[in-house]
């Protein structure tokens, strides 16, 4: 009998890897994020990435960063992790983990405690010195979700689409 294979991806390649490719269908031009939710005994259970609400156009909303508020994307774009939490059509994600390919912001963080979601795992940070980060992570502390930084493990992976 021959021996398993030995360079298989691990749970936390695999479910941060879900989330990398699900954030490749983001249309934002600019951050383009994934997440993943996964019960406590590694099953996959929704995935979201950041984009418009349904029936809101992507060629018609815009994607700029700046200007008039009403003008840029910010009060149009439903993020990754809330998108994630209400794709879910099975019930509950009490002690869920979520993976999540860029720190939660404050909002997402509301949602992600009061569903129930209690470990995260995430990937780039580059927003750590705003405020909207910083009170996320006052509320994560405060509700007990432990969240902690994606180890990369720096193995890439091609897949022919
Ligand atoms: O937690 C998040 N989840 C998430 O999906 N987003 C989305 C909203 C925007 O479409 C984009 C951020 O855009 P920008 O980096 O250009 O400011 O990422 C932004 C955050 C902020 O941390
Ligand atoms: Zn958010």
Not at 23 to 44: F, H, M, W, Y
Not at 88 to 96: D, E, I, P, R, S
Not at 105 to 115: G, H, L, T, V
Request: neutral net charge; charged residues 25%; glycine residues 6%.
């Amino acid at each position: 009998m021959s021996d398993k294979r030995k360079d298989y991806i691990s749970w936390d390649e695999y479910f941060m890897g879900v989330a990398k490719l699900s954030a490749l269908r983001s249309k934002d031009p600019n951050t383009q994020v994934g997440a993943c939710i996964v019960s406590e005994d590694n099953k996959i259970l929704s995935m979201g990435y950041n984009g418009l609400p349904r029936g809101c156009s992507d060629d018609e909303f815009p994607w700029s960063r700046e200007g008039d508020p009403l003008d840029n994307k910010y009060l149009y774009t439903a993020h990754s992790e809330l998108n994630a939490i209400l794709n879910y059509q099975g019930g509950t994600l009490q002690n869920a983990k979520m993976y999540v390919t860029l720190f939660p912001c404050n909002e997402c963080a509301k949602a992600i405690i009061q569903a129930g979601i209690k470990t995260l795992v995430y990937d780039c940070d580059k927003y750590s010195d705003t405020a909207s980060v910083i009170a996320s992570k006052r509320m994560l502390n405060a509700a007990g979700v432990r969240y902690y930084k994606y180890d990369s493990t720096g193995r890439t992976v091609q897949i022919e689409l």
